[in-house]
């Protein structure tokens, strides 16, 4: 599968004006690459998977034991995770956006990825605008 991946920076969105990018035929070894404006990224292709990276700074990991019934696909799977982490976290659980490890098992021990809502979706957003619709994170 190919790939665009798209380094977000850790400032706010259109602060910068300049998104680190690398492109991958195969999904595994890095083709060209540089540093553009979201309006000056590669064009992405039909079939190209938009890949956008969270920097590290701007990441809170959390170890959760998910209660029974609740896995990854759960209506409920939001609301367990506020009421699971709201006691660690030094923001508003309302704030955030939660990602749950690939894989979690139900009932079990998962590793949970939180950021600034806010931040992100203004990234998302001027990708979008751009024509770089964000398939992962």
């Keep these: ?46 079939g190209v998977e938009v890949v956008a990276c969270v920097p590290a700074t701007h990441l809170s990991w959390h170890q959760v034991t998910l209660p029974r019934g609740v896995g990854p696909r759960s209506p409920r799977l939001r609301a367990a995770l506020v009421g699971l982490l709201e006691e660690r976290l030094l923001d508003d659980p309302e704030r955030l956006h939660f990602a749950l490890q690939p894989g979690a098992p139900v009932d079990g021990r998962s590793w949970v990825v939180g950021c600034q809502r806010d931040w992100l979706d203004a990234h998302l957003r001027t990708l979008a605008g751009a024509g770089h619709s964000v398939a992962r994170l």
């Excluded at 602060?15 to 404006?37: E, F, I, K, N």
């Excluded at 979201?38 to 992405?44: I, N, R, V, Y």
């Design 1 to 46: 599968m190919s790939l665009l991946i798209i380094a977000l920076p850790p400032g706010p969105a259109g602060a910068t004006g300049s998104y680190a990018w690398v492109t991958s035929v195969d999904g595994h070894t890095p083709g060209a690459h540089g540093d553009a404006a979201a309006a000056l990224l590669p064009a992405a292709r039909r």
